[in-house]
């Protein structure tokens, strides 16, 4: 499995949250606290938007906590809202186009999980993506699929019913070839103004996912605001974290968070 972590709010270093904090994304790459994979070590990636409609994207095979690059380009780039993710392949293989974030347009998405037994209905999953999402295909991950898959249901119009239809295409998939493997994810996507976060299984065990209000050692978040959604809290203070439960979805906009049953 995977770490990630989304940010949005007031414009702040890359750096305050990737690498300066106890339990940073950077930290989780080498010592996850609450997944089966401790280490992350197969490549990561960052996208950031700034003053253009699509995101910066910066990705590579090297282990997060490894990279120089990633060091001092999180010192020097500021955000106002960016994503985060250090992978733990669970079979495809270590290749930059394999990294999250994924983008399309002014979208960016990244997963935590995976498609059950992916290399055996592989192909099945992708005759459901049209040509038209497909021409961007260009790794072998099943969360790349699943994105293509959720844009050609409909996600840039509405991305809970883009998201929603895709999980339910695949878990039908699943479900009818009897597979053993489960569907288990959490997700991220953005179009640069909101986030919006999933956390689902097909046997109710899917990766953690937490929302909160870290220190980003830079203007402090006004009350009531939430600017962080990630896989694991970023420190101790557990009044500032709160568990997204199973089966639900995030919508984040303009500091403040709802959280919602998801319909599957």
Known sequence: MCRWMAYAGDEVYLENLLFLQKNSLISQSLKATRSNFVTNGDGF??????????????KDTLPAWNDENLRDLCKHVKSKLFFAHVRATTGTSVSRMNCHPYAFENWSFMHNGHIGDWQIHRREIESHISKEFYNHRQGTTDSEALFLLALTLGLTDDPIKGMTLALKKVGEILERHESADPLRLTAALSDGKSIWAFRH????????????????????????????????????????????????????????????????
């Open 201 to 264: 299984s097909t046997d109710n065990n899917s990766p953690s996912l937490f929302y909160g209000t870290p220190d980003t050692h830079e203007i402090p978040l006004k009350a009531g605001h939430v600017s962080t959604i990630a896989s694991e809290p970023f420190d101790d203070h557990l009044d500032h974290w709160v568990e997204v439960q199973e089966s639900s979805y995030i919508i984040w906009k303009e500091g403040q968070v709802s959280v919602n049953v998801l319909p599957i």
């Open 45 to 58: 990636g960052v996208a950031w938007y700034g003053e253009r409609d699509s995101p910066g994207l910066f």
